[in-house]
């Protein structure tokens, strides 16, 4: 099965920032990779897919990159509305898996 | 608009069974794979089971591989998850989620119900 690590574990930073969050797959996934952002008591929501492909509706202060085994979130100019936990979820064999998330904190 | 809501959860002792249910509306839902994925209370996501849109074709988590069913009834757009021999560590919210073609990701999530195992 394939394992997902993400880190940091937590991430403090302050309206503004530009931040990075990275993924690692223990074996290559090539780009079968999203991300999600998820609040307190809420469903997670889809913000990115096959590694860097923006979904509908998403600002473009995300982008996602990377491919094969190593991934990252970045997020430009922090906004109050960001601070979340963000999850990476692999989609290359069954079965899928998500990483342990990064929670984003204000700092 | 798309919406999906579960329903089914709550308190269970271990060793017992219990059955989730999803409905769907807004869109075809015979068209598409559905997954489940559970947060333990203070937890990351796990993701649980699938299902293909026809119900042909399924896959589990080890975690419940054995114990837990997937299986949908597409006349009346509901997706189901038959828990069995619940463990304490099956606590969980549980969410449906409806899959975007070709396969994998999830664009759309249910609100999600808690199944609590306990004595």
């Known amino acids: 099965d394939i394992q997902m690590t993400q880190s940091p574990s937590t991430l403090s930073a302050s309206v503004g920032d530009r931040v990075t969050i990275t993924c690692r797959a223990s074996?290559?996934?090539?780009?079968?990779l999203a991300w999600y952002q998820q609040k307190p008591g809420k469903a997670p929501k889809l913000l990115i897919s096959k590694a860097s492909s923006l979904e509908s509706g998403v600002p473009s202060r995300f982008s996602g990159s990377g491919s094969g085994t190593e991934f990252t979130l970045t997020i430009t100019s922090l906004q109050p509305d960001d601070f979340a936990t963000y999850y990476c979820?692999?989609?290359?064999?069954?079965?899928?898996?998500f990483g342990q998330g990064t929670k984003l904190e204000i700092k | 608009q798309v919406q999906l809501v579960e329903s089914g959860g709550g308190v269970v002792q271990p060793g017992r069974s219990l059955r989730l249910s999803c409905a769907a509306s807004g869109f075809t839902f015979s068209n598409y794979a559905m997954h489940w994925v559970r947060q333990a209370p203070g937890k990351g996501l796990e993701w649980v089971a699938v299902i293909s849109y026809d119900g042909d074709n399924k896959y589990f988590a080890d975690s419940v591989k054995g114990r837990f069913t997937i299986s949908r009834d597409n006349s009346k757009n509901t997706l189901y998850l038959q828990m069995s021999s619940l463990r304490a560590e099956d606590t969980a919210v549980y969410y449906c989620?409806?899959?975007?073609?070709?396969?994998?990701?999830?664009?759309?999530w249910g609100q999600g119900t808690l199944v609590t195992v306990s004595s």
């Open positions: 074996q290559s996934i090539s780009s079968w």
């Open positions: 979820q692999h989609y290359s064999t069954y079965p899928f898996s």
């Open positions: 989620a409806k899959e975007v073609p070709p396969g994998g990701y999830s664009d759309y």
